[in-house]
């Protein structure tokens, strides 16, 4: 071993592989947004209704999907969530190691849970019926954005 490089001490060695366990499972999550973003947006553009999505008049991603808040300017909330959450992959996987993704990814995360929020409030307002797709999907972000929190954590204690 080289005398002039810095060993890493115990703690940050820790710190960077609990991070990196923390962006895989990020990583894996964002997955599963876009593929449950691409069933919603399937749902958008589909003619027929889905047997495993309407469930009642309470419960149905038809209604949801199909809905005037299903776009926004012209663009389907679905497509949105498709590359949100394809950011948020990109961010996890191949950009993990720059010094100014933890914030980054804390910023995107924040920010896709802002707008599922606003669309859990449009569903439970203003349509008073419930995605079951869009539900996971709030989920998911709000369980991203929690670990995005907890990296920045990290990083800023580190």
């Known amino acids: 071993m080289n005398d002039s490089q810095p060993v890493p001490s115990a ?3 820790a710190v960077r592989r609990g991070n990196r366990v923390l962006f895989v499972v990020i990583a894996v999550l964002s997955l599963a947004g876009v593929v449950d973003s691409l069933l919603s947006l399937q749902r958008h553009y589909a003619k027929s209704t889905t047997a495993f999505c309407d469930i009642s008049e309470k419960f149905s991603c038809d209604i949801v999907n199909r809905s005037e808040w299903s776009t926004v300017m ?6 949105i969530g498709i590359a949100g ?3 948020l992959f990109v961010l996890s996987t191949f950009r993990n190691l720059r010094s100014e993704t933890p914030n980054r990814l804390l910023i995107a995360s924040l920010a896709g849970l802002c707008f599922a929020l606003y669309l859990t409030y449009i569903e439970a307002y203003e349509l008073t019926t419930w995605c079951i797709l869009c539900l996971a999907s709030l989920v998911l972000i709000f369980l991203i954005s929690l670990l995005a929190v907890v990296i920045r954590l990290r990083r800023a204690t580190a």
Do not use: D, R
Not at 74 to 79: E, H, W
């Open 11 to 13: 703690p940050k060695t």
């Open 74 to 79: 012209g663009i389907p909330v679905a497509a």
């Open 85 to 87: 959450y394809g950011l």
